[in-house]
């Protein structure tokens, strides 16, 4: 008989692993992006925190800090066994946020970045698709114990017209097709320009549902936050193994 006993702080709801902080952005969630629940074959809270700006939050501006602490502590009082949010430049606060909770935290997608590295040849370059290139600097690269070495690659995503006038600019309608056939043209134009590029990293929350797309345009693999946010959900969910030996 399995017994079943009340957690300490009583979650609001119960079944999931992954917690997903949501910082209100304007735009349509889309299928395959980080806030949208049908992106995902498990369940996932994903809740929903105010007062924190992500404009700000792209900067690492320290105002930002408290608001978002407090949510990666209601967020363990949830009871999930890991943290993402939507956002990847919520590595900013990742120092601060491991001090608060005792629980893995994977808020950027760019903690995939050390993984990326060991995985392709040393003379290979990562390409990070990001609509802040130029926040891609190496203080913030430290916080995910990426050594630098390698060459990094910043693609920004305001040159793409309907990615920057629609889901920068939040708007409440944007036309993912066009929005697709830009991230493909980005990315391809820089797989030519760059062929020692060996993978690419989508920074942004909202980029993955055009992941499948640009590989198949390239030809590399594309990490992004799914890649991450599945990794964590398989790490804590093993099956054990049938079949014939």
Not at 8 to 30: E, L, N, S
């Amino acid at each position: 008989m399995k017994v079943f006993k009340q957690k300490i702080h009583r979650p609001t709801a119960y079944g999931y692993c992954v917690g997903v902080m949501d910082f209100p952005w304007k735009v349509p969630y889309i299928p395959g992006d980080v806030t949208n629940a049908s992106t995902y074959d498990y369940p996932v809270l994903i809740k929903t925190y105010t007062g924190v700006d992500l404009t700000r939050v792209v900067t690492g501006d320290r105002s930002e800090k408290d608001g978002v602490l407090e949510a990666v502590k209601d967020m363990n009082r949830q009871g999930v066994k890991g943290i993402t949010g939507d956002c990847g430049f919520l590595l900013n606060y990742l120092d601060e946020a491991t001090r608060e909770v005792d629980i893995p935290l994977f808020m950027s997608s760019l903690q995939q970045l050390p993984v990326i590295a060991s995985m392709i040849g040393q003379d290979k370059a990562i390409a990070v698709v990001t609509p802040g290139p130029e926040q891609m600097t190496q203080t913030l690269l430290d916080k995910t114990g990426f050594d630098g070495v390698r060459e990094v690659i910043a693609l920004g995503l305001l040159e793409c017209e309907e990615f920057a006038s629609k889901l920068c600019q939040e708007s409440d309608c944007v036309d993912s097709d066009k929005v697709e056939a830009e991230i493909v043209a980005l990315t391809s134009q820089a797989a030519a320009d760059h062929p020692n590029i060996g993978a690419f990293l989508f920074e942004c929350s909202m980029l993955p549902p055009y992941s499948k797309a640009v590989q198949e345009a390239t030809g590399l693999p594309v990490f992004d936050f799914l890649t991450m946010i599945d990794l964590f959900q398989k790490a804590t969910h093993r099956r054990r193994f049938e079949g014939y030996y």
